[in-house]
């Protein structure tokens, strides 16, 4: 009897710890693109690298063990530098690798030189990735790249300054309203001007300044307001009476002071300098940066900032004003010249696999999909500041809904060159706004009919 | 068996003299250079001609089908450019930055090689010191300057900052407002141009005749009249060199310019270089980036052919 006991007890204990064992593993984020014997070949990779883009090229060790497959990484470059190398390898036939780095913003230029992917994936193997990302990178019914991590801009504010009940007084005085973190433009007008006006703070506001930046800037600032840069003809519409109110709206900031003398020199990292030293009172910026502006050994603001979802647009857009949210996403994709494509799909399941996608999320990454939000924001619950979760939580929502990506042609950066040198002018006023902006219209349209629009 | 080898050679050996000897005299020496001929051949000139035929076509890098000349729109490229506002914009901004900086430096040059032939100790250091800025790449040259001039954090507006000279909410925006952009990218230029220009003309001043001078001496002249009837002129021929490399050599500057402020803001210092950039290799518009890279080669081969008329002159003078 004690024996049978005994035995029993043994049984249920290996039993429930079966059951434990299997439960932990369903826990545990998973690897894909595993369950093939690529014994033998060799698939080669160009990706972007630098700083922390090369830390999850470290799991393709795992990779390697369970295909046999041998993974060459033939080039790791900087986003400008891999854009190049692509551009020339498609142009050459030269692009023999089967894994290449890819971004929501450049797809529509690669995709001649690019696989459709829809077929290689199933949907349940797409399901949890964002579907307004898989949208933005469908292009004619074709799925060109696989989502790594994404970014968006929140509104970043000085929390000094809405926590301050002397300053909230003298806002209410001078306009009428309660000073609340801003959700539309003309709040920001109103409180940046308010700011800098009463020597709150040195700079009311900051936005990158030249190239793609300053475009993406003003298209985000556009479709916020309820415009849009082309209609379906792909004929310039920017230069309507919200492109004019954005324009205007940037040139009176800098005339008067409102974001820095050298706003036209700025890009990301210069902007990013402004809010750290604490000069600055709004912001939009994106996430990316949040480590950067935490860390108290660097940046004079950190601990001392708040987010926000993106600020919808100005009113001249009437009920078309929606939330801002230029975002991209870096990606993966294979090359139609891939000497081994279904292997480089086997890497690309692999690398956009919920395990090492988390991972790299942990790094500061926001991530792509559903399941992987989930474990990092469950994360955040236990840090020592809330706003790490509320963070994350913002940004999945901003992620989920109001993830835009610029026009999906492959004329976006050449018609970039041709727009921020005259919004620069307009600016630094050399032009009125309806003036300079006509004028970046007529070039776009010869630009776009010799591309063959 | 070696033996037998080697007397096999010697039997050989008259052979081969007599088919050298069969090649003509004449031609002779062009067989000696032909694999130099060769190699010049398919690394500049092919490409060159290459890159012409290409400025001929509408071909965009990503457009492979767009390589594809048709008499019909050959010129299409080059009548473009000539209608195009901001080339003409880029073209003045290149000749004023090229005209301005090539002279500033080769004045301060001037200046400074005379000063540096009069140094009796010290010479070897003063000459190392001046070399100094030619160990920096061109884009070092740019990144340090663009920190220099930076509104925010710049050393400059730090010391105006810091006399006084200038208000906090008042920086100077030096890389932004018109003229301090150009002007502080040919600021830039000259330090960068400055040590090759003193070098050259310091040799020029060190070869001159002592006799010459010591006959002015005598003659009472003063050390400026020294200067502008003698060393001004005998130093021509060196002064013209030091203008041609110099005028060849000023695209260097693409760097410092793409760096600092990368043509703008606004095209206000936009160049050739910049502007051929953004249309090649950022809107991979080659076709048109080329046609625009052959009319810079004509210009710098005017200016190269009229550096060197110059110096024949000076020369004959001499």
């Known amino acids: 009897m004690t024996r049978k006991l005994f035995l029993l007890v043994l049984a249920l204990a290996l039993a429930s710890a079966v059951a434990v064992s299997a439960q932990s593993a369903q826990d545990e984020a998973q690897y894909a693109g595993l369950d093939m014997d690529l014994s033998g070949i060799t698939i080669k990779m160009a990706n972007i690298g630098g700083g922390q883009y090369e830390a999850m090229y470290d799991a393709i060790s795992v990779f390697e063990e369970a295909t046999g497959a041998t993974v060459e990484i033939v080039a790791l470059l900087d986003g400008f530098a891999i854009d190049q190398k692509m551009k020339v390898d498609f142009a050459t036939g030269a692009a023999d690798y089967d894994v290449s780095w890819d971004h929501t913003s450049f797809v529509a230029q690669y995709t001649p030189f690019l696989l459709p992917l829809q077929d290689y994936f199933s949907e349940e193997e797409l399901a949890p990735f964002s579907p307004a990302i898989l949208d933005a990178a469908t292009i004619d019914g074709n799925l060109y790249l696989i989502p790594r991590h994404a970014d968006i801009s929140p509104i970043h504010y000085r929390a000094d300054l809405y926590n301050d009940e002397a300053i909230a007084a003298a806002y209410m005085e001078a306009t009428g309203e309660e000073l609340t973190v801003p959700s539309t433009l003309e709040q920001i007008d109103r409180q940046a001007r308010f700011f800098v006006d009463n020597g709150h703070a040195a700079l009311g506001y900051t936005l990158a300044g030249k190239e793609e930046a300053l475009t993406g800037r003003f298209y985000e600032m556009h479709f916020a307001s309820g415009g849009s840069l082309f209609d379906e003809n792909y004929e310039p519409t920017f230069n309507d009476e919200i492109g004019v109110a954005v324009a205007e709206l940037l040139a009176g900031w800098y005339a008067d002071g409102i974001i820095p003398s050298d706003t036209t020199s700025l890009l990301w990292d210069g902007v990013a300098q402004y809010f750290c030293n604490n000069d600055v009172a709004i912001k939009l910026e994106w996430y990316g940066w949040y480590a950067y502006f935490q860390d108290a050994d660097s940046c004079a603001v950190a601990g001392n900032f708040g987010l926000a979802r993106g600020f919808t647009g100005l009113s001249v857009g009437g009920d078309a004003v929606r939330p801002s949210g230029w975002a991209g996403a870096h990606a993966f994709s294979v090359p139609a010249t891939a000497p081994n494509p279904q292997a480089g799909v086997q890497l690309i399941k692999f690398l956009s696999s919920e395990r090492v996608a988390y991972e790299e999320a942990q790094l500061g990454f926001l991530p792509t999909r559903g399941d992987v939000w989930d474990r990092v924001i469950a994360d955040a619950s236990g840090a020592d500041n809330p706003l790490d979760r509320e963070r994350l939580e913002l940004a999945r929502i901003q992620v989920g809904e109001d993830f835009k990506t610029p026009p999906l042609i492959a004329e976006w950066i050449p018609f970039s060159n041709i727009f921020y040198p005259h919004l620069q002018a307009i600016i630094l006023g050399d032009v009125s706004a309806q003036e300079g902006l006509d004028a970046a219209a007529a070039e776009t349209r010869e630009m776009m009919a010799d591309a063959g629009y | ?318």
């Open chain 2, 1 to 318: 068996m070696a033996t037998t080898t080697e007397s096999k050679s010697r039997e050989e050996a008259p052979a081969r003299v007599i088919q050298f000897s069969r090649i003509d005299a004449g031609a002779f020496p062009f067989l000696l250079i032909f694999p130099a001929v060769l190699v010049i051949l398919l690394v500049i000139a092919f490409p060159l001609l290459y890159s012409l035929y290409v400025s001929f076509t509408p071909y965009e890098l990503l457009r492979p089908n767009s390589l594809n000349f048709t008499w019909g729109r050959a010129l299409r490229n080059y009548q473009k450019l000539l209608n195009d506002a901001i080339f003409w914009r880029s073209l003045g901004n290149t000749v004023i930055f090229l005209a301005v900086s090539v002279n500033l430096s080769y004045l301060i040059s001037l200046a400074l090689s005379q000063l540096m032939a009069r140094v009796t100790m010290g010479q070897s250091l003063l000459r190392t010191l001046l070399m100094a800025p030619m160990m920096f790449a061109p884009i070092l040259v740019g990144m340090q300057f663009r920190w220099f001039f930076n509104a925010n954090v710049g050393l400059v507006n730090n010391v105006l900052l810091a006399l006084g000279l200038i208000q906090e909410q008042g920086q100077i925006a030096w890389l932004v407002d018109v003229p301090l952009g150009m002007i502080t990218i040919i600021i830039a230029s000259i330090w960068m141009n400055i040590p090759v220009l003193t070098i050259i003309l310091l040799a020029g001043t060190l070869s001159l005749p002592r006799e010459t001078f010591e006959a002015a001496e005598v003659d009472g002249a003063s050390g400026w009249q020294k200067f502008r009837f003698i060393t001004f002129p005998l130093l021509a021929p060196f002064s013209y060199i030091a203008l041609t490399i110099m005028s060849l050599d000023i695209a260097r500057a693409f760097d410092i310019v793409r760096i600092m402020t990368d043509g703008g803001p606004a095209r206000r210092t936009e160049m050739l270089w910049t502007y051929i950039t953004r249309l090649a290799i950022e809107d991979t518009k080659f076709g048109l980036g080329s046609a625009m890279s052959w009319i810079t080669v004509l210009l710098s081969v005017l200016f190269t052919l009229y550096f060197f008329r110059q110096l024949v002159k000076a020369r004959i003078v001499q």
